[in-house]
């Protein structure tokens, strides 16, 4: 436990899609939250997506429909699935977890073009 490493950023087009995961060095087992944040350039930072040990995941709205967050204690990740991308969406996203501590990963870029 300790380390998370985020991948699955890049490049897209508006309207496209990107998976974003997120993998511990350890078993996630015990993470009671796993979430995913973002910050865009100038603006604070904000939760995007949550998910408990028990599978309950709540979103922000401006995601709703779009985003869905899932993870799979087997494989120790969790994901982000992104559709119908848009520009906005462009920030850093970087992914937390939490049992009686708090782990952050280093984000990881996503860029969306009109």
């Known amino acids: 436990q300790g380390q998370l490493v985020e991948s699955g950023g890049g490049l897209v087009q508006a309207g496209g899609s990107l998976r974003l995961s997120c993998t511990a060095s350890?078993?996630?087992?015990?993470?009671?939250?796993m979430r995913w944040y973002r910050q865009a350039p100038g603006k604070q930072r904000e939760l995007v997506a949550s998910i408990t040990d028990g599978g309950t995941t709540t979103y922000t709205d401006s995601v709703k429909g779009r985003f869905t967050i899932s993870r799979d204690n087997a494989k120790n990740t969790m994901y982000l699935q992104m559709n119908s991308l848009k520009p906005e969406d462009t920030a850093v996203y970087s992914c937390?977890?939490?049992?009686?501590?708090?782990?952050w990963g280093q984000g990881t870029q996503v860029t969306v073009s009109s």
């Open positions: 350890g078993s996630i087992f015990s993470y009671n939250v």
């Open positions: 937390y977890a939490q049992n009686f501590r708090v782990y």
